[in-house]
Nanobody
Framework: QLQFVESGGGLVQPGGSLRLSCIAS??????????IGWFRQTPGNKHEGVAC????????NYADTVKGRFTISRDNAKNTVYLQMNNLESEDTAMYYC???????????????????WGQGTQVTVSS
């Protein structure tokens, strides 16, 4: 089963920047899965999709709340997906997770049914 290790979170002021990393290791159970996504759990226990990228890096999608501020990218040689976060806002405070996705097409980030291989996540706190 593919394992994920998230890192790069921290405490930043509004307007600051962070770059999160998601390192994948192991062997996936299903080789038909087509991408990686970033998700976050906010205070109040809201779960939101943030961004996703397909396996080639040719397709990326973003939630409207982060579009223009966040950039997802990948380095397949390092088995790593990144999330560059600029102009951070207090509303971005959350625990951030990455996950393997079944489908990444323009405008759609499709979850794997029953996905349960979440990493430990990395905490992002935006505060003065």
């Amino acid at each position: 089963q593919l394992q994920f290790v998230e890192s790069g979170g921290g405490l930043v002021q509004p307007g600051g920047s962070l770059r999160l990393s998601c390192i994948a290791s192991g062997v996936p159970v299903d080789n038909d899965d087509d991408g990686i996504g970033w998700f976050r759990q906010t205070p109040g226990n809201k779960h939101e999709g943030v961004a996703c990228i397909d396996n080639s890096g040719g397709t990326t999608n973003y939630a409207d709340t982060v579009k223009g501020r966040f950039t997802i990218s990948r380095d397949n040689a390092k088995n790593t997906v990144y999330l560059q976060m600029n102009n951070l806002e207090s509303e971005d405070t959350a625990m951030y997770y990455c996950a393997q996705l079944r489908t990444v097409t323009p405008g759609r980030c499709g979850m794997i049914p029953g996905f349960n291989s979440w990493g430990q996540g990395t905490q992002v706190t935006v505060s003065s």
